[in-house]
């Protein structure tokens, strides 16, 4: 299969939302004939002169001298280099290895294993569905259409140093929570009806409102590109949270008791 399906192809078909095991078993083939014949180029290159337009210098101080090869430079993680560390880091490889590995950053080890998560397993219609059902069974006015609850919350650090702060690129004012007057980050978190995490996300400081805090997230991108489905009575799941919008809802308060009102807000 692996000469009919290269790892290009594998990655593809994965995105595209295949998620059979052929398909993954025919990624793991391609990968594991890629890293064969790249270690064969790299024995092959490890003796051949460097271009000497690249202006890289030359180690070992004499011809045919011990050398390094030039560094690979930034640019663009492609989806066979996310395919290629998941499936290291899931063989057991430390993310510290595969990071040197691919020339990677360490999160970005991380961000991979949940861009495949993501592919493999997608937020389907039927876990939408299965969400909703445990909230209308806990809610008073049975509200049928969450898929899930939306807050942020501080977690609070240190207060940074000037010199933390100038690493990170803002002033370090930027990790004050005025609410709380503590220093922190902002976590967007969603979660299902008993309180287990759907989605989570620390993209904001401490003095971010929740709605900039999720228009940062990745999950703001997902919903306005359709992750909320639409069931056969042509109304859509929708989340709770901060903004009306065709994906989300805005809880109201103070309806008296009232649980006819309070389904009549929703």
Not at 4 to 11: K, M, N
Not at 78 to 87: E, G, K, N, Q
Not at 94 to 116: H, K, N, Q, T
Request: with cysteine; charged share 20%.
């Amino acid at each position: 299969m692996a000469s009919l399906f290269s790892l290009e192809e594998a990655t593809d078909e994965l995105y595209l939302g295949a998620s059979s095991a052929p398909v993954i078993q025919a990624a793991a083939i391609a990968a594991a004939y890629y890293y064969r014949m790249r270690e064969e180029r790299s024995r092959q290159r490890s003796g051949s002169a460097i271009d000497e337009s690249s202006g890289y210098e030359r180690k070992g101080g004499r011809d045919g001298g011990r050398y390094s090869l030039p560094p690979i430079p930034n640019g663009p993680i492609t989806t066979s280099i996310h395919l290629r560390a998941v499936l290291h880091y899931f063989a057991g490889g430390s993310p510290y290895d595969i990071m040197c590995m691919f020339g990677i950053a360490y999160s970005e080890v991380l961000s991979s294993v949940w861009i495949v998560a993501d592919v493999v397993n997608p937020e389907t219609l039927k876990v939408q569905r299965k969400i909703a059902a445990g909230f209308e069974a806990a809610s008073t006015p049975g509200i049928w259409n969450c898929a899930g609850a939306i807050d942020g919350f501080l977690i609070w650090i240190l207060k940074p140093s000037l010199k933390e702060a100038k690493k990170a690129g803002i002033d370090h004012k930027k990790f004050l929570c005025g609410q709380k007057h503590k220093y922190g980050l902002n976590c967007q978190a969603v979660l299902d009806c008993r309180g287990h995490i759907i989605d989570i996300s620390i993209k904001n400081c401490g003095a971010s409102s929740d709605c900039m805090a999720f228009e940062a997230s990745d999950l703001h991108k997902w919903l306005e590109n359709g992750l909320m489905h639409q069931d056969a009575n042509n109304k859509r799941f929708v989340l709770f949270g901060y903004l009306k919008s065709s994906y989300m809802e805005t809880p109201f308060t103070n309806v008296g008791g009232d649980p006819n009102k309070a389904a009549g807000q929703l």
